[in-house]
């Protein structure tokens, strides 16, 4: 790991807004990759909403639920691992 002490806030904090829209894309395509029946059949919603935790129609499609299956962990598991993983790497190890 490098040290970030020459980094400025706007290049640290562009970085990450980065990697908040690669998570928000990795979870768009794993959605539209499994499928809307893989995802009903391994990942199990919430089922009462009330006001506070309401989504929008794109909130609704990225919300997996919590994993009920094997298959629906290790889409669990691979998805933190792309999305942490990349983001430790872009932040930390890529040079700035």
């Given at each position: ?11 640290l904090t562009g970085r ?14 794993t959605a539209k990759i ?31 639920g919590y994993p009920r ?28």
């Open positions: 790991m490098q040290d970030l002490s020459h980094v400025t806030a706007t290049a990450a807004l980065i990697m908040l829209l690669v998570a928000f894309i990795v979870c768009f395509a499994i499928g809307k029946e893989n995802k009903e059949r391994w990942f199990k919603k919430r089922t009462n909403y009330t006001m506070l935790n309401r989504r929008g129609i794109f909130g609704e499609y990225i919300n997996f299956t094997l298959m629906g962990l290790l889409v669990t598991f691979i998805m933190f691992l792309i999305i942490f993983g990349g983001g430790y790497l872009y932040l930390f190890i890529v040079p700035y």
